[in-house]
């Protein structure tokens, strides 16, 4: 039976999936891993991929290969997001993939990211015909996409990330409410522009009773994982969780509150 890896190479983490056919349309993992590499730590203001994430993430794309043909995949498909889209050496980065991990690495615009994550979305989670907005928050850019059962009436991608915002607002350990409350400045103002600019039916689509509003990614996962209390994780539980909006100001409260050595242990 035939067994595709996919690798997504992220503003903060490296993510490897094998799969094989499941019989019905889809593929079922049968291996996934990742790991953390912050290859967009540093990129900005210069736009520069640095030395160090560049190297952490060489070798995590070599370690992902050996284990994508450990486990019988013959092919391997490499996508790079925010950091490596943005990026003004990006070429060379891509260079040094091909010579030293033996992997074409392709570096997708922002809505081509959204639509990626839509397909793996609709295969995680039952969406039923909608409408309902997806949000997939990165390392370097979040994306909007807006759909109404098959059809994407609209995506959008900002320059709003957990690592672009961190690095540019939070410099100390717990975060100051200060700097808190500019991170919440500067994203009530993207999202306010989003909302009235770049999704212009997402007006009328909230006000559809039915609107189902789905995120993903570590962010999202990591708050659903917290508030069940899963140890390890299991993202078979934490797909399709139920996250209130009280919930997640509550977890988001305590969160900031703690210093980075706590919250590293939860």
């Given amino acids: 039976m035939m067994r595709v890896a996919a690798i997504d190479l992220g503003t903060n983490t490296v993510r490897l999936v094998v799969g094989e056919p499941d019989g019905a349309g889809g593929f079922r993992p049968v291996f996934a891993a990742q790991e953390i590499t912050r290859l967009g ?16 993430s060489l070798a995590a794309l070599r370690r992902f290969r050996r284990a994508a043909e450990s486990h019988a995949a013959t092919r391997i498909a490499v996508v790079g997001t925010s950091a490596l889209r ?7 980065f891509l260079a040094l993939a091909r010579r030293e991990a033996g992997l074409e690495v392709r570096a997708v615009s922002g809505e081509e990211e959204a639509r990626l994550t839509l397909l793996g979305v609709r295969a995680a989670v039952p969406l ?7 949000m997939d928050i990165g390392g370097g850019s ?3 996409l807006l759909a109404d059962g098959a059809e994407v009436r609209a995506t959008v991608s900002t320059g709003l990330g957990a690592v672009t915002l961190t690095e540019a607002h939070l410099k100390a350990d717990p975060p100051l409410p200060g700097d808190l409350a500019a991170v919440r400045d500067v994203v009530a103002s993207r999202v306010a ?5 770049d999704l212009p039916d997402l007006v009328s689509a909230a006000l559809h009773p ?15 994982a917290i508030d069940l209390a899963l140890d390890p994780y299991d993202p078979e539980r934490v797909n399709g969780h139920r996250l209130t909006r009280d919930r997640v100001a509550t977890l988001c409260g305590e969160l900031a509150s703690l210093p980075l050595a706590r919250r590293r242990r939860i």
């Fill in 41 to 56: 730590q540093g990129l900005l203001p210069d736009r520069k991929l640095k030395p160090e994430p560049i190297r952490r």
């Fill in 86 to 92: 943005e990026a003004t050496n990006r070429e060379a």
């Fill in 128 to 134: 039923g015909r909608g409408p309902w907005l997806l």
């Fill in 142 to 144: 979040t994306e909007f």
């Fill in 193 to 197: 522009r989003v909302r009235t600019r």
């Fill in 210 to 224: 039915g609107l189902a509003f789905v995120g993903t990614a570590g962010t999202v996962t990591s708050l659903a």
